[in-house]
């Protein structure tokens, strides 16, 4: 079994960090599209009155 080296751990700890990043992101994008499309039926309804 090989030990890992400086580089490996440096490299795992950047994989997990800009997985984090990448899940913040997705979600929020989510969310974000939700609110529009939130928004954009309050809007319909305001109109329809």
């Not at 580089?7 to 795992?12: E, G, K, L, T």
């Given at each position: 079994m090989r030990t890992m080296?400086?580089?490996?751990?440096?490299?795992?700890?950047?994989i997990l960090?800009?997985?984090r990043l990448?899940?913040?992101l997705v979600s929020r994008y989510?969310?974000?599209k939700?609110?529009?499309l939130k928004d954009k039926q309050?809007?319909?309804e305001?109109?329809?009155e």
């Open positions: 080296d400086g580089m490996d751990i440096v490299m795992v700890i950047a960090l800009f997985a990448g899940g913040r989510i969310a974000m939700k609110e529009k309050e809007e319909g305001a109109e329809g």
